[in-house]
């Protein structure tokens, strides 16, 4: 008697836009709660060494999701030599904002973290080049090599590393700071998404990413605006120095940052041909998908609060 073939299994239906958009805010108000609860902690370990480890995860596997994008691209990277030192400035900075710099003479000028970080990454270079001088297999892409390795480490734990400057800036409470920026970014997020799903009619920059319109960036400035005015209402004497004209900036400003930082990553990934960063959480993308609108807005962030904010 034959054999009955067995029919396959019909596969998964794809997921709609909304149901990725959906899922997408979920993961992320999932992860950022963890980080929020973790600096809102009354416990100090918590507060200062879980919010590391925290930082540290995303920092890392946003930049090995980089790293497998260049590689997919076909150009050649130091994965290991960029991540290792993507992982020590973060911890170095850490260890300069609340073990250093606190308790010596330069406490209170942010400016000396700024110096700090820069001195890291001196040396990372410096570090970086003498790597190509013993790689044997990088012969005649030492420029791609060196470019693209430097890009993953500015692009992923350097922005990202200015959320620990805005944590711990002297003179604030900065994890209302910290607060603050991620609501306003993921409204941004909802903004864009609601009104273009709706009203969107005329495309921003079809090459790069087709879904992105107009009338959702327009939604995007909107809805990001209104929800600074409102938390700024809301949160008060803890966003020391906002009034309602810097949130209506701010609003504005990271919104079009967050659009900005959404199509950059959107590049990205259209150079190496994905569609996700990376599959972390299946059916939605990765890490850098998560992460893409708020990177640039973290040292907008922070820049704002330094130079505008606190004078």
Not at 3 to 20: E, I, T, Y
């Amino acid at each position: 008697m034959a054999d009955v073939p067995v029919p396959a299994p019909a596969p998964a239906a794809a997921l709609s836009k909304g149901q990725v958009f959906l899922r997408r805010l979920g993961s992320t108000l999932f992860l950022w709660s963890i980080v929020l609860a973790a600096i809102f902690s009354t416990d100090a370990f918590i507060r200062s060494y879980v919010f590391l480890g925290l930082m540290m995860l995303l920092a890392g596997t946003g930049l090995v999701e980089f790293y497998g994008m260049v590689e997919r691209r076909g150009f050649v990277c130091f994965r290991f030599w960029g991540l290792a030192n993507g992982l020590l400035l973060m911890a170095a900075t850490f260890f300069y904002l609340t073990v250093y710099q606190p308790g010596s003479r330069f406490s209170g000028q942010p400016s000396r973290a700024a110096d700090f970080e820069s001195a890291v990454l001196v040396l990372f270079v410096l570090g970086l080049c003498l790597r190509e001088f013993v790689s044997k297999k990088n012969q005649g892409n030492a420029m791609t090599a060196i470019s693209m390795t430097l890009l993953g480490l500015m692009y992923v734990p350097w922005l990202l590393n200015f959320i620990q400057k805005i944590n711990f800036f002297p003179g604030v409470d900065g994890r209302f700071y910290v607060l603050y920026f991620i609501v306003v970014t993921k409204f941004s997020d909802v903004g864009a998404y609601c009104t273009g799903s709706l009203i969107g009619r005329h495309k921003m920059i079809p090459r790069i990413s087709p879904g992105k319109t107009w009338e959702g960036f327009a939604g995007a400035v909107v809805v990001s605006t209104a929800c600074s005015l409102g938390l700024a209402a809301l949160l008060g004497d803890r966003l020391a120095g906002m009034t309602p004209l810097h949130a209506a900036v701010l609003g504005v400003v990271l919104s079009v940052a967050a659009v900005v930082g959404d199509l950059i990553e959107s590049l990205f990934k259209r150079e190496a041909g994905v569609k996700d960063s990376g599959r972390f959480f299946p059916g939605i993308g990765g890490i850098l998908d998560l992460l893409d609108s708020l990177l640039f807005n973290a040292p907008l962030m922070y820049l704002y609060l330094r130079h505008v904010l606190r004078h």
